[in-house]
Structure formats: C-alpha cells, structure tokens
C-alpha cells in the first residue's frame, strides 16, 4: 500500500495548502474592507482649549468607546525627550487603541497592567459600563467620581472587550502638533479615521496656561524640545509652538488636502462651542455618524450654563451666556501688554482661524466688542 500513503499525504500537503489559501485570501479581503463600519474619531487640540469638555461630550454618547489622551503615557515614560522624536510612537499607540488592542499600553506602564491605570480612565463612560464594569447602564451619563469608587480593577483586556463592541472609537489628544504624521493613519484601510480639530482664542489659552504653569511645565519642556528657555520665555515660546501647529495642521487640510484627506477634517473653535453648543455638537456628531440623543442635550444644556435653570424646551435656543462670559476672561483678566505680545507670536493663527486682534486697552476691555470673526459654513 505504499501508493496509497503517498496519495494521503499529497491529499493533506493540498487541503493544508488551500487551507492557507483560504487564510491569506480572508486576511487580504479583510484588510481591504473599510474599516467594518467602524468610525474613529481624533480629537486634536491642544491644552486649555475645552478639549475634556468636547470629549466628555463623546464619551457619553452610548455608541462611543473613548479614551482621553492615551499619548500622556508616552510623554510620560519618555519625559526627557521633545515632541518631535516621539510623535511617531504616539502615532503608532493611536493606530493600535484605535483597533482595541491596547496591548501597546503595556509598554508605558507599570504592571500590573489595568486599565484603572490607564490616564484619567473614568473619565470614560463605556470604562464605567459593561463589559467593563457594570456600574453604568450603556445608554445612562456616567459619574467621574462614582465610576472611580466602584468600578474594580481590571486587565486591559477587559477594556480591549469593551471597545470591541462600540460603532466609534473615540481619542483625544493635545500631543500633535502636524498632521504629516497621521497620514499613515489617514490611508490605513483598516480604520476609519475622522479629525475634528478644537482650536480656542491664543490669548484665552494663554492666560489660562499662565494659571496653570507648574502643571504645564513638563509638557511644557517636550513641546520645546528640551532646549534651555528662560522661565518667563517659557509660556511665549510654547503659545508660539502651538499657534504654529493649529496654522500647518489648518493649511494642511483645508488649503491643498491630499485626497485622502478630504472629508476626514473639521475645524471647531471652542468659542462658537460655548455660544452655540448644540449646533455645533449637531455638526460635530454629523460629520462623524453620530445620532444626538435627548439625554445628551439636557446635559450640554447644564454643562454650558453651570447651574443654571434655564427652561428645558427652549435650552439651546439660548445663548449660554455664562459660558460665553467665561472664555472671554481674558480680556479683563490679562494686561494689555501681554495680550499684545501674544498677538504677535500668534499673529498669523488668528487670522487664519478667525480671532480680532485688539489694539488698545480701551478695546480689549470693552466686552461689546465681539472679537470672533463669524465662520462661513462648512468650511
Ligand atoms: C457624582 O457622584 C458624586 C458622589 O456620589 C456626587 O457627589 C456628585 O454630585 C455626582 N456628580 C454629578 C455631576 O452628578
């Protein structure tokens, strides 16, 4: 029978043979599928610009799967670096999170790896909910400080689950300061990658970075790169950075957009934000496949008027004054020569993205001046 046992096994080298067939096929199919329906979503700011607040707008959305600023790690573990040389592992940890493998996070923490330990992890609200923890009902808001409180710790796995099972996923970052590098990302078949870039008036983001240096500082040192700034320089310097960075990642992408980048960008001023949340959340949830829900709204409504007790039926009619008076601190706040140097080094940004300069003290005080150049539509 020597015959017949040669025939088995060319019989089992063929099956195997169209088994891996079959294999190499399905992964070539898969890779060439958009991304299963699946939408990923970037929100790219910078510090001081309402970013938490748009993202806990998204993270309550019981379709999203959000994680704030997973690059801190990065940052973090590598504090003595400079942006430049670590914008590309941030890139690569944003391509793995956007695909649930959060594995990648081991490489920035300490064991046990949990995703408790993951940066500002309650702010999540699908970390709060099952299968995560199942303290929150998916389609409920979550509580920061209750979610803390009772959810246990668990593996990152059980978040990579969690994440598994959403339509969107959903990451901010302060921590780009180009959009070359997300190009990659942009052209990967396997994601769906949507930018919403939140941009707020240089001097709003200067004063409130001033309230908040010594927090700032080690951030402040990766965006400077490490070179030696002298301290009362550090916070110029920096602003001139980021206004830099909102004016190439704007050109980019609305002046000369290579063709996989169009469609995948909008721009958000963080001050159209305040005065007309709920269309510019509309807009925002558009432009990403979002359904707005009644729950949502009631919630901007509180978060945008503090405690205030504005009639429910017409909630965004209104404008959110109180929010409004806020993001114009500034103008009483700071002394006109500072707000004049920051005009200077941010200069071409807020032409770019809409800001009036002012050009006296007189000006700048006179809060019936409005300062916000009106944006045409869908731009
Ligand atoms: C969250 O929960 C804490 C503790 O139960 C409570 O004190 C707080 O008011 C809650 N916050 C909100 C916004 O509901």
Known sequence: MPRCRVNLSIMTFLVILQGAAVVLFCGWYLQLSP????????????????????????????????????????????RN?????????????????????????????????????????????????????????????????????????QGLQRAEEACNTYSHVVLKEVRFFELESLYPLLQDPSLDLRIIHLVRDPRAVFRSREESAYDLRRDSATVLEQCKVPAEEVQHQVMQEICRSHMSINERAVLKPPPFLKGRYKMVRYEDMMRNPLEEIDAMFEFVGLEMTQQLKEWVYRMTHGKGKGRRKDAFKVISRDADLVSQAWRTMLPHSKVKRIQEVCKGAMSLLGYKTVNSDEEQKRLDIDLLVPREPDQ
């Open 35 to 78: 991304s299963n329906g699946k939408v990923h979503v970037l929100l790219l700011s910078s510090w001081r610009s309402g970013s938490s607040l748009m993202g806990q707008v998204f993270s309550q959305h019981p379709s999203v799967f959000y994680l704030m600023e997973p690059a801190w790690h990065v940052w973090t573990r590598l």
């Open 81 to 153: 670096q400079g942006a430049r040389s670590l914008r590309m592992a941030v890139r690569d940890l944003l391509r793995s999170v956007f695909q649930c493998d959060l594995s990648v996070m081991e490489a920035y923490m300490q064991e046990p790896y949990r995703f408790t330990s993951l940066f500002m992890w309650a702010q999540s609200r699908a970390l709060c909910s099952p299968p995560a923890c199942m303290l929150t009902p998916r389609n409920q808001l979550s509580n920061r400080t209750e979610c803390e409180q009772h959810c246990k710790a």
